[in-house]
Nanobody
C-alpha cells in the first residue's frame, strides 16, 4: 500500500520557521518528482513547490519564493519543505504529493499520490 506521511506542522509566530517532512512507504521515490501543495480554509488546494527526481530542478509559487526551500533525500525516501519568514497567510493544511515521472509539475493533476496533510498555523 502506497503511503505518503507528512509531519512537522504546528503553530508558530509570524517570522518563524518550520520544516515539513514527507516520508514514503510502499512507494519508491526513485524516478519520481515530488511536490508540496497547501489548502487554506475556503480555498482551493494550491501549488507551493516541486522538485525533480535528481533535485536538479525546482519550482515555487510566487508567494513563497525566497522563503521556502524544497529538498529531498532519495536514500531516506523523504521530501522536505523548509519554511522561513512565515506569514499568517501561510496558514493552511500542507500536502505532500508524488508523481509517476521524474520531471516537475506545478499542477495538481500531475500528481498521482497524496498524503493526508499536516496543519500549519501562523499567528500574527
Amino acid at each position: 500500500q502506497v503511503q505518503l506521511v507528512e509531519s512537522g506542522g504546528g503553530l508558530v509566530q509570524a517570522g518563524g520557521s518550520l520544516r515539513l517532512s514527507c516520508a514514503g512507504s510502499g512507494l519508491t521515490f526513485r524516478n519520481r518528482a515530488m511536490g508540496w501543495f497547501r489548502q487554506a480554509p475556503g480555498k482551493e488546494r494550491a501549488f507551493v513547490a516541486t522538485i525533480s527526481w535528481t533535485g536538479g530542478s525546482t519550482a515555487y509559487a510566487d508567494s513563497v519564493k525566497g522563503r521556502f526551500t524544497i529538498s529531498r533525500d532519495n536514500v531516506k525516501n523523504t521530501a522536505y519543505l523548509q519554511m522561513d519568514s512565515l506569514k499568517p497567510e501561510d496558514t493552511a493544511v500542507y500536502y505532500c504529493a508524488a508523481r509517476l515521472v521524474p520531471i516537475i509539475s506545478t499542477v495538481r493533476v500531475g500528481y498521482n499520490y497524496w498524503g493526508q496533510g499536516t496543519q500549519v498555523t501562523i499567528s500574527s
